[in-house]
């Protein structure tokens, strides 16, 4: 499932953020994607290691924990350090797949990919994310502080910039359900039943979907 998810940062954490990002070393995105994206990768990339990363990955982080939507359709079990990327004008990633397996001992599974757009859209021309579909392109362009959440499984790509500067932060989750259908049907069965209770409190119907979700997740969770 594909899904926007508006306001995961506030205008407050969004302003810190952008402050910091003013601060750190950007570097070649070349140097954290694999052969074949390489090819294709032409942006910026905040060092991970650097002491501005470690504190806007502070604020990122809460705000996904806050979020409620983010967490009940991603339900995640561990998430890679975001990266923080811009694109300034004549910047691009061509069409690609992310990394399968991630990590120095390859004990992360990429299910979930996110990006995070951190600055208003109207500033910049192009950059939008581009997801192939069986229908054709799908194209996303968010508010500041809004994110995207897709499966991995997607082949995507940036659309290049051509004026202005796209500043965004992209991540991946291991998710504790490793199948994109199956978390959609949790998330469907989460959403339905909460709806009941809002409406009519913990009836039977509630406690069967409750079960239903409890014991579907017990059948597919990997944690
Ligand atoms: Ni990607």
């Given at each position: 499932m594909l899904i926007t998810i508006p306001d995961i940062l506030s205008k407050t954490d969004l302003f810190k953020l952008n402050t910091l990002l003013e601060q750190g070393q950007f570097k070649d995105g070349?140097?954290?994607?694999g052969w074949h994206a390489k090819l294709v990768k032409n942006n910026q990339q905040l060092s991970g290691n650097d002491k501005v990363a470690r504190q806007a990955i502070a604020i990122l982080n809460n705000g996904l924990q806050k979020n409620a939507i983010f967490s009940r359709v991603t339900l995640p079990r561990k998430m890679r350090p975001p990266l923080f990327s811009r694109y300034e004008p004549g910047m691009e990633y061509g069409n690609h797949i992310d990394d399968a397996v991630m990590g120095a001992d390859r004990g992360f599974r990429t299910d979930i990919s996110f990006t995070v757009f951190l600055n208003d859209?109207?500033?910049?021309?192009g950059g939008e994310l581009v997801m192939n579909s069986s229908v054709g392109e799908q194209k996303f362009k968010l508010q500041a502080g809004s994110a995207i959440v897709y499966p991995s499984t997607t082949l995507h790509r940036v659309a290049p910039v051509t004026r202005g500067v796209r500043q965004v932060t992209v991540s991946w989750l291991q998710s504790l359900v490793r199948s994109a259908e199956h978390r959609e049907i949790l998330f469907d069965i989460d959403t339905t039943r909460r709806a009941i209770f809002e409406r009519d409190g913990k009836t039977k119907e509630f406690d069967l979907l409750s079960k239903s979700h409890a014991n579907l997740l017990r059948l597919w969770a990997e944690p």
């Open positions: 070349k140097l954290t994607a859209p109207e500033s910049y021309d």
